[in-house]
């Protein structure tokens, strides 16, 4: 999950000249525009799958309505109220949350259990790309089937319009969020305070669904139906699908706007709405079918729907957003080839638009609208991304509490239970529906590891196998000194993953031009383990005689990388840095499969095609490209 912080991060919270109330306040709003898009959609679909799982599909028994309504409470109270509002929030690195922060925080706090908290993380962050695909299928498409209920003659067009729908909306991403940005929260204030009134019109109808409230309701459906119970379980948990936004947008609006977004307004409107359904469905002898619309009177159908096509395309915007920055994050991170990144605004550097990541996500979003065709046979491939993704933010969090914040081990091991056996029950009764489509979000998560397991084994195969022929920097600027070759006036900077050893663009510049120039750069990029990192510590530079020089360049997994930017900041440091004296060496290599790589030539062939697709150095590094020289070589992996 990630959103790049925007607007300041979380030192928006309280700006001079602002006062602190204030800006929480706006903060407050455009967190209903992000954070809450998703799960402020779930009483569209939610209570109604979970009704109809406990149902058969039948007439609804007061015993089956009362116990669906006290697992949607209970079930926001414990995984969104106590375990993200309460802790998770508290968990953030630098400012910043997500399953690649926690995962980089565990990594610092227990760097013994690097690897296999890697491994654990990247299964999340995997995770999060089969939810990508299918929060906008479901949202939208359950919105647009609002239709139906105002007259069936729709019924034929639903699909059709919500793809046109989905196709605008992954059509004006290159454009960014930024100009309309600044409507989504008063559309979603809207839209919850509607939630709000609509439910609390109908709960005059049966007040006895309040009894809900107790969980002795929830136990009891469960114990008395245990037949269908995991069915329904598996539908409850679509109320709680979007809390990891929380998580994920707190280095955008700051801890406080969002938890005080969720008490104020997110929750009571939730419960209110939900109670409303559950009254409606009791006064009616349990036979409604769709009650979110079917409670509404008939001139309020068609604004409603309209409203609701509204949140739930701001719920997509939203998670879009979120594979933009976790995908950049991967990247940083090493666990992903470079992609292409445009910059969509001038003042915020969290607004990104990745072509390739919007198209594969537009392709797989409309893929499961015209394979599914409805919400509710996409109710069954939903939830299982989203409680894999919650079981791994668990596991992080309790390596986090443990070795970071010191809790007692009784302490920790107390309340992390209660979290893993929620998220578990959850995530198994999720895993039920694998066969009815659940096989979609599997599919794309393990897609996703699989991708990132090869490109970071692959690298580290060809990082072991080029360095095995490569020569001590060291050693050679040593014999550079004694007899150096003609020297050409101006800097060299030569781009390397290994400092310590003669990149292969200096080997053959030697090679072939025989010259040297005056000041040779020898440069690697280190992304740090936290999301940004202070000017002061972005350059470090290591003289190694008259004719070379080591710099090391520190960026948060949370920043883009721009070389001549950082470079300028060496000045300070005694290198006089110019850019129009200075050409930068860049390595392309061809890369071909090899019998002894160390992995099976399938694995070889996809790093290969992995390695194809990665973005221009040149671009992703912001570097002119008129001062650029590259060096192709072939290298056999």
Known sequence: MTHQPAGGGTEAAGQPGHPVSSRTGVLMIGALGVVYGDIGTSPIYAFREALHAASGGGTALRMEILGVLSLIVWALTIIVTIKYVIFVLRADNEGEGGTLSLMALARSAYPRASAAILTIGVCGAAL????????????????????????????????????????VLFAVQRFGTGSVAIVFGPIMLA??????????????????????????????????????????????????????????????????PIVLTWAAIVFPCLLLNYFGQGAFVLAHGGTPQNPFFEMLPQWALLPMVGLATAATVIASQAVISGAYSLTRQA????????????????????????????????????VLVVGFGASSKLAAAYGISVTGEMLVTTILLFIVMRHRWKWRLTATASLIAVFFVVDTGFFLANAAKIAD???????????????MWTWVRGSRHLFEKTRKNEIPLDFLAANLAKKPPILVPGTAVFLTSDPLSAPTALMHSLKHYKVLHEQNVILSVVTAQQPTVLEKDRATLEPINELFMRVTLNFGYMEQPNIPKAMAICRKQGWKFDIMTTSFFLSRRSLKPAANSGMPLWQDRLYIGLARTASDATEYFQIPTGRVVEIGTQVAI
């Open 128 to 167: 999060f790309f089969g939810d990508a695909i299918i929060t906008p299928a479901i949202s939208v498409l359950s919105a647009v089937e609002g239709l139906k209920v105002v007259t069936p003659a729709f019924d034929p067009y639903v699909v059709p319009i919500t793809l046109v729908i989905l196709a």
């Open 331 to 366: 990247v940083q991170l090493g666990l992903l080839p470079r992609f292409e990144i445009q910059h969509t605004s001038e003042m915020q550097s969290g607004q990104i638009y990745l072509p390739r990541v919007n198209f594969m996500l537009a392709l797989g979003v409309m």
């Open 437 to 451: 489509g659940g096989w979609a979000s599997i599919g794309v998560a393990l897609l996703m590891c699989l991708i």
């Open 191 to 256: 839209w919850f305070v509607v939630l709000g009134v609509a439910g609390l019109t109908h709960i005059a109808d049966d007040p006895t669904v309040f009894y809900s409230i107790n969980p002795y309701y929830a136990f009891s459906y469960l114990a008395a139906q245990p037949q269908v119970a995991f069915v329904t379980i598996g539908a409850v948990f679509l109320a709680v699908t979007g809390a990891e936004a929380l998580y994920v947008d707190l280095g955008h609006f700051g801890r406080r």
